[in-house]
């Protein structure tokens, strides 16, 4: 008997032991994860519990997707209306207007490095109306640390995952995706606090570098990847802005000599829009379409809408001058004199048209219109 009891009693702390383990390791990751965003979109309310689950374990903010056009009832006539969304996506996934609407959302995803998608399956597939959200958001997650979790009924979620890779192909997989089905959902607890020690977040310490690019008196950030070539880039830089001239090619680059080489890791990359790239070590890349070849990546612009990023690249219009710099310092660095003295600047760096009110430049001296 006295046998029994000390067997029961080994047991007993063994398992508190992996339990205590367990929740040591998830407090630990709650402790050093970066600033955190959990996204997910809830047809049924599964995927809502599964974030209230989550939301309770570490510290995050939380964004709810939610479609343009309310009460649909996607799984009514045998799923008719969902399968239509999801093959409209299938038959062209490059047009945004394959995708359903959703509604307008104000997260600045610049705020956060993880990022943590909770989605349902929809037919084997990805949710359309997280489709939606991660193709429109797309170039601006690109660099982000991203999780998933995936709710389904008792589909295997390989599709779900295929979908998230093929609209983020930029980002950097924090780990596997977590599947929770129907007949483990009400162990997601459990599961959820045994899934977040497997994710390689990005820590507080191991924030996003932020780059800045200047074309023609205009500038846009670019979140950087962390390899080898955007520290050589970002040392660089830190002993002052680096400018170079660059040229349209192809009809969907600006491309220009650094003067000088970075480390290359090259790789296969189908590019896209706001992708910053490395090529032949010595040159950069700035994409407002799309090649695929082998490159290092170096990270990618934050715009808002297409035609935005090319006319800030301008594209198609010939030979600009590209500033690289570690601080936004948007303004006119240097004058000229020459024969066109009369030119007057806006405050911003842009040619002032006539009829400009307020405060120019003109040779060199602030003046009042």
Known sequence: MRQ????????????????????????????????TLIVYYSYTGNCKAIVNSLASQI??????????EKGLQYEA???????????????????????????????NLDDYQNI?????????????????????????LAGKTVAMIVSSHSSSISGVVADAQRLLPNVTWAGDALWINASNHSNRNTLIENWLPTQNFQTTNNMSQVMYITIGGQTLPVTLVDNAATQAL?????????????????????????GRSLPTSNEQITTQAGDVILYNGNNIVLFYGSNSWS??????????SLDQLKAFLQAGKGSVSVTLSLTNTTGISQVRADNTSSRAYTLQGTLAQ????????????????
């Open 77 to 107: 006539n045998g799923y008719a209306l969902g399968t239509q969304l999801l093959n409209a996506i299938k038959a062209n996934p490059n047009d945004a207007s394959s995708y359903p609407a959703i509604d307008p959302v104000t997260v």
């Open 59 to 68: 510290t995050a903010d939380v964004l709810e997707i939610e479609p343009a």
């Open 295 to 304: 490159y290092t990546r170096l990270g990618s612009i934050q715009y808002d």
């Open 354 to 369: 006539a009829g400009h009110k307020g405060i120019v430049i003109q040779n060199g001296k602030k003046i009042i219109r």
């Open 234 to 258: 970002v040392a660089a830089l830190a002993e002052g802005a680096i400018s170079y001239e660059a040229d349209d090619y192809g009809g969907f680059e600006k491309v220009g000599a650094l």
């Open 4 to 35: 029994i009891l000390m067997i029961l009693t080994a047991m007993l702390l063994t398992c508190c032991s992996s339990d205590s383990e367990v929740k040591a390791e998830t407090n630990q990751v709650q402790a050093n994860m970066a600033k």
């Open 116 to 140: 943590i998608i909770v989605t349902p399956l929809w037919w084997s597939q990805m949710a359309a109306i997280m489709q939606t959200y991660l193709f429109q958001n797309s170039a601006k």
